[in-house]
């Protein structure tokens, strides 16, 4: 590493955006039973295992008020096609609250795989580390004193950019872990309402936001593919420009691709809704 406290400090903020970005990759290809240790989804089985009883209660509930709203008298409910049609909604029901985790497990195994297959047809199993052009390095390190007044400046305000940028993209990833979570504890509640022909419009709502959840990773590993692709052929350093302006154009255009990277990531839900017409 360079000696000049310039460089360095942007050699630091790229290590930080470096090494959260390298941590995305490896989150996106995690499971939730892994997740920090797989501590946290010990907790998330227990409470889903205890919001269980809860959805059982809901289920008779939206069963007898689905059945009150769709029948016109007791009688019809003795018809055998009604009370087949009455009798296979209850079961799928019953079968989605009692086995919703292993469904919505299963659901996001299928979508780990579509994420695989696009890691491996990107060609891509980690992202291309971003670094400062040894052309802007030595035109730094020549600068005198009071030509670098302006670099540090220059320098702190990009740093900070890119130290921010770097923050945020990690925490949307982390926090799609954290609804996946919430999604998987309170699952039975939901799920419940398929019992129900007037309710179950809230069961389908939540597998379609479940989904789009999951399917939020492959948006933001494509997103990271792309910018790993920038990052393998930066921009143009204009060796004949100052070594303010250089840095300035440099960090001006790679702070203006994060943005891209960290904005695509953040409306990762919007742009999974739009795709799923949600």
């Known amino acids: 590493m360079s000696d000049n406290w310039v460089v360095q400090n942007l050699e630091n903020a790229l290590d930080t955006w470096n090494e959260k970005l390298s941590e995305i990759w490896g989150l996106l290809t995690q499971s939730p039973q892994d997740f920090k240790g797989g501590g946290i989804w010990e907790v998330i089985v227990n409470i889903n295992s205890a919001v269980q009883a809860i959805g059982y209660a809901l289920l008779v509930l939206f069963f007898v008020i689905g059945m009150v709203k769709t029948c016109s008298s007791f009688v019809e409910v003795k018809k055998p096609e009604h009370a087949l049609k009455l009798f296979v909604r209850f079961a799928i029901a019953k079968g989605l609250v009692t086995w919703g985790m292993e469904l919505m497990l299963a659901m996001f195994d299928i979508v780990q795989g579509i994420i695989s297959t696009i890691m491996n047809s990107a060609g891509l199993g980690a992202n291309s580390d971003t670094t400062l052009p040894d052309e802007m390095v030595t035109a ?139």
């Open 140 to 278: 730094i390190e020549e600068c005198g004193f009071f030509e670098s007044i302006p670099l540090w400046a220059v320098t702190l305000i990009g740093s900070l950019f890119i130290t921010v940028l770097s923050f945020i993209l990690i925490l949307t990833v982390y926090g799609r872990f954290f609804k996946i979570y919430m999604f998987t504890a309170l699952a039975p509640i939901p799920f419940s309402t398929f019992a129900g022909e007037p309710t179950q419009n809230v069961g389908r709502s939540f597998v379609k936001s479940y989904c789009g959840v999951l399917l939020e990773g492959a948006v933001i590993i494509l997103a990271c593919i792309i910018f790993s692709l920038y990052a393998s052929s930066p921009p143009q350093v204009d060796t004949s420009a100052a070594a303010v302006t250089m840095v300035w154009k440099y960090v001006g255009e790679l702070v203006f691709n994060m943005l891209v990277l960290v904005g695509t990531v953040k409306m990762s839900d919007r742009i999974i809704h739009e795709m799923m017409g949600m």
